[in-house]
């Protein structure tokens, strides 16, 4: 027996492929986008990919189980609560499937969606792992307020946070402490709040270290949960609707986006990968300064809703490849209007003539692009107009003109992006300065 785990970095997330040495036959969980990584895996032990289990309907990213069935004709398994639209077998409370002598078994433990299903796997007549989905992460537990206006079912948030406090300690927590635990995100996921950085774990080390796991009444436990749950990006609820129908398979999806030789599109959003020192020295009018790196899917899926037309571009056409893939990653490929490597422009920004802001930090407007949470831990200016990046497209109006514009986040990235995005509303009206990495003098 054989448990591989395949990491997305981008997106914080864990795939599971289970091989049988006896039957030589693989079940992958949760699979992502890109099914290459499990072909490969199977092929290197020259077995064949025989089942796919989907714990629930991502809301974070797009799963790959339709095509991988398409390829491999092994069959899908998810709960009835689903709803799915693709070919699938139900996979709900006790039933069992065989792995040649791997028993794989289900649970249903509903919480972070109303269809979540954790999988145990059995071998040697005992329980060996646990493969839990977003419903237990290490060190936490998935969040309960993604599903409340989409999916086959729907619930309040405050309503799945009881079924929550109930799978834990009812379905997972009865487990024996030696039982692995195989979650499927790590640290940086949107699906929880406060990951530990470790991919694994057991039921033992989870009930000591794991605060969801605590002796807490549910009251308590639903309190707790529902308290600075992070934000939810724009494409999660598409994300769960694209997963509950099945993705289309990827390489021809990536193949319909065009490749142009410049963009000449007009007003339409453009999103400029390259360096924000590269961005900042030449670009296009309006464009948004979202760097390739630092969870560009996520914001390119928080500050761009399902729908909207974009043109994408990157430094050179190994970066724009790149992008793309990552793109797809979340579903929004088909929404590319164009795509070109793109160097230079006649917009400009400014670098902050920073001895002046330290003197008189009064004589801007400073707006804040972190979460919320973030800025109710820690204030850095007092007088910041606080709009998160995902909303500032949306509030930009907010933003007085009336004297130079400073936006800053926690380290640079964000505020790449929100300080292009003001700077294109203001149409050069009052400068617009990105403080960059410098905010980190200025935290107390």
């Not at 986008?33 to 499990?38: E, G, Q, T």
């Not at 948004?288 to 899926?301: A, D, P």
């Not at 992006?417 to 403080?435: F, H, Q, R, T």
Request: net charge negative; charged share 25%.
């Amino acid at each position: 027996m054989d448990i591989q785990q395949f990491e997305d970095s981008g997106l914080a997330q864990y795939a599971y492929a289970i091989y049988s040495e006896k039957a030589r036959e693989i079940i992958v969980i949760d699979p992502a986008r890109d099914i290459r990584p499990y072909l490969e895996y199977a092929k290197g032990l020259n077995a064949k990919i025989t089942g796919i289990i989907e714990t629930h309907p991502h809301a974070d990213f797009v799963s790959g189980h339709l095509e991988l069935h398409r390829v491999t004709g092994a069959t899908v398994y998810c709960s009835k609560r689903t709803g799915a639209a693709y070919p699938h077998v139900a996979f709900d409370e006790g039933m069992r499937m065989m792995l040649g002598d791997i028993v794989l078994k289900a649970l249903n433990t509903p919480g972070h969606s109303p269809d979540s299903i954790s999988v145990v796997l059995i071998h040697g007549g005992e329980p060996r792992a646990v493969f839990t989905g977003d419903t237990l992460f290490v060190g936490d537990c998935g969040r309960p307020d993604l599903r409340e206006h989409t999916g086959n079912m729907t619930a309040h948030r405050n309503e799945l946070a009881k079924q929550m406090y109930h799978s834990l300690r009812e379905k997972l927590m009865v487990l024996e402490d030696d039982v692995l635990v195989y979650p499927g995100h790590g640290a940086g996921t949107l699906c929880g709040k406060s990951l530990g950085d470790a991919d694994s774990s057991t039921i033992g080390l989870e009930k000591v270290s794991n605060w969801s796991l605590q002796p807490l009444s549910e009251t308590e436990f639903v309190t707790a949960l529902l308290a600075q749950q992070p934000f939810i990006p724009k494409y999660f609820p598409y994300d769960v609707g694209v997963n509950r129908g099945g993705a289309p398979d990827l390489q021809p999806s990536l193949d319909k986006v065009k490749i142009a030789a410049e963009i000449t599109e007009e007003n339409i959003i453009i999103i400029d990968t390259r360096p924000q020192s590269l961005f900042k020295q030449g670009h296009l009018p309006h464009a948004i300064n979202l760097q390739n790196g630092g969870k560009f899917e996520t914001w390119l899926g928080s500050i761009v809703a399902p729908g909207e037309l974009y043109c994408l571009l990157a430094g050179n056409g190994m970066e724009l490849q790149e992008v793309i893939r990552k793109t797809a990653k979340i579903g929004y490929e088909p929404f590319i209007k164009a795509a070109a490597v793109y160097a230079g422009g006649k917009a400009t920004m400014a670098p902050l003539p920073l001895a002046d802001f330290r003197e008189h930090p009064e004589h801007y407007t400073i707006v804040d692009v972190r979460m919320i949470s973030e800025m109710n831990d820690e204030k850095i200016f007092n007088d910041a107009i606080a709009i998160p990046l995902d909303q500032l497209r949306e509030r930009v109006s907010e933003i007085p003109a009336d004297k130079p514009v400073v936006v800053h986040c926690a380290g640079g990235y964000r505020s790449a992006a929100g300080s292009s995005i003001v700077a294109g509303a203001l149409e050069d009206k009052v400068p617009v300065y990105d403080l960059g990495e410098a905010v980190k003098e200025f935290v107390q």
